[in-house]
């Protein structure tokens, strides 16, 4: 079953907010990991948080992570136009390299 | 460094015909993996190899499909034959082994099938 599972509404946000999404996941992970995908391109790797941290932050992103509710959350503090991407989840349950991906996040800014 | 390289980027066939991607990973990376991206199921996970050795392919949805690495620096995913519901992009990633490490993707394959 797929881990990975972000909240499915699309985000629309003016340049400048804050942008915020979650995800959830069913089972143990070893880490968890957020990527981002422009229109027409691959995925690309934005930040990884380990199951024995709570918090990490990466220039304008910060994500958070809830074990005991299964739980993560990705904000992009003052966004930009050039964030307009969809943002995927992706967890690694350990031992065999693999990630569960969840459908994806569409964010747009407007300029 | 070049990243991952896949080619075709774009491939446009007919039912019935054989499709043959190909991918190139990131030099030193020596776990491989093969995703289908579609709007109606995501980004599914087809395949991956750790150091050239297949070793799930439970996401491969049916005997026409088929992968292969026969060295480190070269993969493929054939589509034999191929149907319309194929249509999708094929997104091949690699990674050095281990947990903590990030997948590099590849800018992918679109390929329809008419």
């Known amino acids: 079953s797929q881990q990975g599972e972000e909240d499915p509404q699309a985000l629309s946000i003016q340049e400048g907010e804050n942008a915020t999404m979650n995800c959830s996941y069913k089972?143990?992970?070893?880490?968890l990991q957020w990527y981002r995908q422009n229109s027409g391109r691959g995925l690309v790797h934005l930040i990884l948080?380990?199951?024995?941290?709570r918090e990490k932050h990466s220039g304008r992103l910060r994500v958070t992570l809830d074990t005991s509710k299964k739980s993560s959350s990705l904000l992009i503090t003052a966004s930009r136009a050039a964030d307009t991407a969809s943002y995927f989840c992706?967890?690694?349950?350990?031992?065999?390299?693999?990630?569960?991906f969840g459908k994806g996040n569409q964010v747009v800014v407007i300029p | 460094d070049a990243g991952v390289i896949q080619s075709p980027r774009h491939e446009v066939t007919e039912m019935g015909q054989e499709v043959t991607l190909r991918c190139k990973p990131i030099?030193?990376?020596?776990?491989l993996f093969w995703y289908r991206q579609t709007m109606m199921r995501g980004l599914e996970l087809l395949i991956y190899?750790?150091?050239?050795?297949?070793?799930?392919d439970s996401g491969m949805p049916e005997d026409r499909f088929s992968a292969k690495m026969p060295n480190a620096s070269f993969s493929t995913l054939k589509i034999q034959p191929s149907e319309p519901r194929d249509s999708a992009v094929y997104f091949c990633?690699?990674?050095?082994?281990?947990?903590?490490?990030?997948?590099?993707f590849g800018p992918g394959t679109r390929l329809t099938v008419l």
């Open positions: 030099s030193g990376h020596n776990s």
């Open positions: 190899f750790n150091n050239n050795v297949p070793i799930d």
């Open positions: 948080i380990r199951s024995n941290e």
């Open positions: 089972t143990s992970i070893n880490n």
């Open positions: 990633a690699t990674k050095v082994g281990g947990s903590y490490n990030e997948q590099f």
């Open positions: 992706a967890t690694d349950a350990g031992g065999n390299n693999r990630l569960a």
